[in-house]
């Protein structure tokens, strides 16, 4: 990460600006008895020299807003949701409000809501980043000293803590369960592939079908339900149909499911279905659907409080500074039902 001491200041934007501090403060919370001149003028020098106000510095002076920010991809997908139920109740704990904002995997969404997260002076961020690698992600964290923390997709060299599940084992866990039950061509459905959950679930698929000799097979298509329904429409008519399916989130699995209902598909004596994620109608549909689960309210409290633990450090400057780049990762953990074959041994159509 940069070196913070190489970043513009306030006084170095009102120098360049030709106007006081104070003006640049003013403009920076709202604009309050500077002309529109002088605003638009501040605004091109701010956005020139790339300043961001040190959210940690006001912290240090006592300026807190008691709220802190959380940024996911989606507020409709169950796990994100949960991590957001469970960090709000953590926040309200503390006397801290939540806001927040759904990026739907869009880096420039993303940075777009940073940076009114930021404005809002919130004290402190978790996210769960669209890209790790985005340039706009990266450009804004290294302008930026806020206390902040990563779930589901770690910040690889940011120095940004982060928690996560063990994707790649609990991955491999359904991989070797499959097996054990005697299938052999297990396909592993996903899409999104260049996300850090998916690649990891991809690795831990590939390693259990490699240590048993068996060969590893992905359709990386999935991006929707249509996209789903072909896929396994291929799947179904090749040459080797698969015994099995893997699908690496929930969504990917209810589509899965959706489609082989549709195709009069027998589950699990003609193809047995495993999804990583579990969600609220899993246990109820027929068959009830076998899945790695994570350990949502795990993942939440543990990252609000690493980022209680920044905040706290933040104001004691004796405190020893928080671990860069630390992954927490906590396990996951398998829930057997009939869709593998596990709790019913008569299929279901």
Same mark, same amino acid.
Do not use: W
């Given at each position: 990460?940069?070196? =913070?001491?190489?970043?513009?200041?306030?006084?170095?934007? #009102?120098?360049?600006?030709?106007?006081?501090? #104070?003006?640049?403060?003013?403009?920076?919370?709202?604009?309050?008895?500077?002309?529109?001149?002088?605003?638009?003028?501040?605004?091109?020098?701010?956005?020139?020299?790339?300043?961001?106000?040190?959210?940690? #510095?006001?912290?240090?002076?006592?300026?807190?807003?008691?709220?802190?920010?959380?940024?996911?991809?989606?507020?409709?997908?169950?796990?994100?949701?949960?991590?957001?139920?469970?960090?709000?109740?953590?926040?309200?704990?503390?006397?801290?409000?939540?806001?927040?904002?759904?990026?739907?995997?869009?880096?420039?969404?993303? *940075?777009?809501?940073?940076?009114?997260?930021?404005?809002?002076?919130?004290?402190?961020?978790?996210?769960?980043?669209?890209?790790?690698?985005?340039?706009?992600?990266?450009?804004?964290?290294?302008?930026?000293?806020?206390?902040?923390?990563?779930?589901?997709?770690?910040? /690889?060299?940011?120095?940004?803590?982060?928690?996560?599940?063990?994707?790649?084992?609990?991955?491999?866990?359904?991989?070797?369960?499959?097996?054990?039950?005697?299938?052999?061509?297990? *396909?592993?459905?996903?899409?999104?592939?260049?996300?850090?959950?998916?690649?990891?679930?991809?690795?831990?698929?590939? =390693?259990?079908?490699?240590?048993?000799?068996?060969?590893?097979?992905?359709?990386?298509?999935?991006?929707?339900?249509?996209?789903?329904?072909?896929?396994?429409?291929?799947?179904?008519?090749?040459?080797?149909?698969?015994?099995?399916?893997?699908?690496?989130?929930?969504?990917?699995?209810?589509?899965?499911?959706?489609?082989?209902? =549709?195709?009069?598909?027998?589950?699990?004596?003609?193809?047995?279905?495993?999804?990583?994620?579990?969600?609220?109608?899993?246990?109820?549909?027929?068959?009830?659907?076998?899945?790695? #689960?994570?350990?949502?309210?795990?993942?939440?409290?543990?990252?609000?409080?690493?980022?209680?633990?920044?905040?706290?450090?933040? /104001?004691?400057?004796?405190?020893?500074?928080?671990?860069?780049?630390?992954?927490?990762?906590?396990?996951?953990?398998?829930?057997?039902?009939?869709?593998?074959?596990?709790?019913?041994?008569?299929?279901?159509?």
């Amino acid at each position: 990460m940069a070196n =913070k001491s190489l970043l513009p200041t306030l006084s170095q934007v #009102a120098r360049v600006a030709g106007v006081g501090s #104070a003006t640049v403060s003013r403009v920076i919370n709202g604009g309050e008895r500077v002309s529109p001149e002088t605003m638009v003028h501040v605004l091109r020098v701010i956005q020139k020299l790339g300043y961001v106000p040190n959210q940690a #510095a006001r912290t240090l002076k006592g300026h807190r807003t008691k709220t802190i920010g959380l940024v996911v991809p989606s507020t409709a997908d169950p796990f994100f949701s949960s991590c957001a139920e469970v960090i709000q109740q953590i926040a309200r704990a503390n006397g801290l409000l939540l806001i927040v904002t759904a990026t739907d995997n869009n880096a420039e969404s993303e *940075v777009d809501s940073l940076n009114a997260l930021i404005r809002q002076r919130v004290d402190g961020m978790i996210i769960v980043p669209s890209n790790a690698r985005s340039p706009g992600l990266c450009g804004l964290l290294e302008r930026t000293n806020m206390p902040m923390v990563a779930i589901d997709r770690p910040i /690889r060299n940011s120095g940004i803590p982060s928690v996560v599940a063990d994707n790649a084992k609990g991955a491999q866990t359904a991989t070797e369960h499959l097996i054990e039950h005697g299938y052999e061509r297990i *396909v592993c459905l996903t899409g999104e592939s260049n996300l850090y959950t998916i690649r990891e679930r991809m690795n831990g698929y590939r =390693k259990a079908m490699e240590a048993a000799n068996l060969n590893p097979v992905f359709d990386l298509s999935v991006k929707d339900y249509k996209s789903t329904e072909l896929a396994i429409k291929n799947l179904l008519h090749g040459s080797k149909a698969p015994d099995a399916i893997f699908a690496t989130k929930n969504q990917t699995t209810i589509y899965a499911f959706e489609a082989l209902l =549709k195709f009069n598909v027998a589950m699990p004596r003609t193809v047995a279905l495993f999804g990583f994620d579990d969600f609220e109608l899993a246990s109820t549909v027929r068959p009830s659907i076998s899945v790695i #689960a994570q350990p949502v309210e795990e993942i939440g409290r543990r990252a609000a409080e690493l980022l209680f633990a920044q905040l706290e450090d933040s /104001r004691n400057e004796e405190s020893a500074p928080a671990p860069k780049n630390q992954i927490i990762k906590v396990k996951t953990h398998l829930i057997p039902r009939s869709s593998c074959g596990c709790s019913d041994p008569l299929s279901y159509r």
